[in-house]
């Protein structure tokens, strides 16, 4: 079944041409039916492009799904332009009264920073505070995961000795819960970032649960018992090429980046990286949109609690 996004957002012809079925506005008005309400709050500098590779996956479903896109009001943007936001993004106020089957958070590029020396972070927990209310189940990526284990369960970061970059190996721990249904034992996802949560933080709270693990990149995919929160600190949404890119971007900024770890074949940069990862991760959102979302969701929204 569809997405329905804004007719002219320009991931509209991207998906287009790989054959994922996206729904005009026009068209969506006039089917009897209730699509599932996902609001993602995009906090990635290349917001055309994070907004293209969620939608592919939120695309690949059964169930016919209407996205909102939401910026950081109180963040400048320094590569989305200013008339770019205001035709395709909505800000809290907005939309602080609507409510949501589904949210997705995405990951920042401002691991260094303490949480609350980020410039929206004020803005972020009011987001994640009206979550709880508003949003019956949400997703949030790489740091993203990790600010919303900071603030609803006090679970801090640590600085990792070099930037943690690559495709890799994941365990699943939990193989009957829901989320990992259909998965192999093995999998592989993308990381990159420069801090980590750790296992055993996670464990001392009541109430969550770690689903799959790396040797390598630690506690991978997280949720609370209700499958109302969950924590992916990798980016399973990842192209084929996006790591490739950070890295180039790294060089060309002196910056002296290792070479992201099982990713291009023979560690040449100038190699074609294989995409290893795409199944589990169309996996992965399937399951999050069905178990945890369009299932246990009530029909009539204002019923959420």
């Keep these: 079944m569809p997405i329905k996004i804004p007719d002219n957002l320009p991931a509209a012809k991207i998906l287009d041409a790989e054959n994922v079925f996206i729904m005009s506005e026009q068209r969506a008005v006039h089917q009897d039916i209730r699509p599932l309400k996902i609001v993602i709050l995009n906090l990635m500098p290349t917001k055309e492009e994070t907004e293209t590779q969620l939608l592919r996956l939120l695309g690949n479903s059964p169930l016919q799904v209407d996205v909102t896109l939401l910026q950081a009001a109180t963040h400048i943007s320094k590569n989305t332009s200013a008339k770019y936001l205001e035709e395709f993004y909505?800000?809290?106020?907005?939309?602080?009264?609507?409510k949501y089957d589904g949210m997705i958070i995405t990951g920042a590029?401002?691991?260094?920073l303490r949480f609350?020396?980020?410039?929206?972070?004020?803005?972020?927990?009011?987001?994640?505070?009206?979550?709880?209310?508003?949003?019956?189940?949400?997703?949030?990526?790489?740091?993203g995961a990790q600010a919303g284990l900071y603030y609803h369960h006090h679970i801090p970061k640590y600085p990792l000795p070099e930037k943690l970059s690559g495709i890799f190996r994941h365990r699943v721990l939990e193989p009957t819960h829901p989320l990992m249904r259909g998965f192999d034992e093995i999998f592989y996802m993308p990381?990159?970032?420069?801090?980590?949560?750790?296992?055993?933080?996670?464990?001392?709270?009541?109430?969550?649960?770690?689903?799959?693990?790396?040797?390598?990149?630690?506690?991978?995919?997280?949720s609370t018992s209700d499958g109302r929160q969950l924590f992916v600190t990798g980016h399973c949404e990842y192209d084929r090429y996006t790591l490739a890119n950070e890295y180039h971007r790294d060089v060309q900024k002196g910056i002296q980046p290792a070479i992201p770890q099982h990713y291009f074949p023979d560690d040449n940069p100038e190699a074609v990286p294989p995409l290893i990862w795409r199944g589990h991760a169309h996996l992965l959102i399937g399951n999050w949109l069905n178990y945890c979302v369009y299932q246990p969701t009530p029909y009539n929204l204002g019923d959420l609690k």
């Design 90 to 98: 909505h800000t809290f106020d907005e939309i602080q009264d609507e």
């Design 191 to 222: 990381h990159s970032r420069y801090t980590e949560v750790r296992q055993e933080d996670i464990e001392k709270v009541p109430g969550l649960s770690v689903l799959a693990l790396s040797e390598t990149a630690g506690a991978a995919i997280v």
């Design 109 to 112: 590029p401002v691991e260094a």
């Design 116 to 143: 609350e020396d980020v410039d929206y972070w004020e803005e972020l927990r009011m987001i994640m505070d009206w979550t709880i209310s508003h949003v019956y189940s949400t997703l949030h990526i790489c740091w």
